[in-house]
């Protein structure tokens, strides 16, 4: 049996979120006419106590789309060094918006309200002015770690000090929320705009929301045309989101469950130097002698297992919505054969 860890997003759709996709009442989105894709856009808003939502294929696209309407070309974008913003959107940043960032080097992919204030251009024609401030909870290549909430409404103090957007990547926020039992609300409350991914963790086949004021979606819907994403019937993808809103969030438990189990039997391996702290449903570990992050991958995969190595040293396994916990024992007794 093959266990796929290289990422949340290889889950297929199972029965229940088909069945809701086949039976999706559709019309023409651009008209505004598609009765499901206005029910997600609603159902998430409310969700999270927000004006609006705009349902988009991907969160690359939900994040430029915010971007986008957060900044004017020569602004500066404040963001850690590893977000998916800067490193995996294909220099969307600068292609997009006509910005530059300002790179903070954060604590597993988490900035602080002190770096943010230091990070901040004055008022200075040699300078950028300095225009958005974008946070990634869970962050990624910190090992889906969380933020504190505290530090959050501290940045948000600095943002509106200092007149800046907030941007949310919340890609895997759900896996946040769930970990830490906060409030989708007060998420709400504190930014601007946030991206959530329903492809992650929670088991879609397609889509992401960009989420905000009325006004500031607006914008956002002008700018999802001119980047071609505007979608006909797109209901059949938005029941998904829909089925997977309502059905696939607390569930979200058993993956970070799952990731300490992992977590524990690599800990006592010692070919695994070093395991960043498992806060969610990722674990990146660092390993060593005899093996490199290429050979262990190449070796797991021997074995059925995939992962990624994502550095010359570090590779990186996510649970998902696909792995039993038959695959999370197999796997177990796998790497203690190791
Ligand atoms: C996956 C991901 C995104 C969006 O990726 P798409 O593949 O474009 O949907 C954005 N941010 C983070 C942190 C992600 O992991």
Avoid at 19 to 33: C, I, S, T
């Amino acid at each position: 049996m093959r266990i796929d860890l290289r990422s949340d997003t290889v889950t297929k759709p199972g029965p229940g979120m088909l069945d809701a996709m086949m039976h999706a009442a559709v019309g023409d989105d651009v008209f505004g006419e598609d009765p499901t894709s206005n029910e997600l856009e609603a159902y998430a808003a409310n969700l999270f106590g927000m004006e609006a939502a705009l349902f988009c294929v991907s969160g690359t696209m939900t994040n430029q789309i915010g971007i986008k309407v957060h900044t004017q070309p020569g602004n500066e974008v404040i963001c850690e060094q590893s977000s998916h913003i800067y490193q995996y959107e294909a220099g969307g940043i600068a292609f997009n918006s006509g910005c530059q960032v300002k790179l903070i080097y954060g604590d597993h992919g988490r900035i602080t309200a002190k770096q943010v204030e230091e990070s901040i251009n004055p008022d200075d024609s040699h300078k950028a002015p300095t225009a958005l401030v974008s946070l990634e909870n869970t962050a990624n290549r910190g090992g889906g770690s969380c933020y504190d909430f505290d530090e959050i409404l501290k940045i948000k103090a600095v943002c509106e000090k200092h007149q800046l957007g907030f941007h949310l990547d919340g890609a895997r926020l759900f896996n946040a929320l769930v970990a830490k039992k906060e409030s989708a609300k007060e998420y709400g409350k504190a930014f601007d705009s946030i991206s959530i991914c329903l492809s992650k963790g929670l088991g879609a086949p397609v889509g992401s929301l960009l989420l905000g004021k009325k006004s500031f979606i607006g914008r956002g819907r002008r700018y999802r045309k001119l980047l071609g994403g505007g979608t006909r019937q797109s209901g059949y993808m938005a029941a998904a989101g829909l089925y997977a809103l309502k059905n696939n969030i607390e569930r979200l438990a058993i993956d970070h469950a799952n990731a300490q189990s992992i977590s524990e039997v690599l800990r006592s391996k010692p070919f695994v130097e070093e395991i960043f702290p498992v806060e969610t449903n990722i674990i990146i570990f660092k390993v060593r002698d005899p093996y490199t992050a290429a050979s262990l991958a190449a070796k797991l995969k021997e074995l059925d297992i995939l992962a990624i190595a994502i550095s010359p040293t570090n590779i990186r396994m996510v649970l998902h919505l696909d792995i039993s916990s038959e695959m999370v024992d197999d796997l177990c007794n796998t790497i203690k054969k190791l």
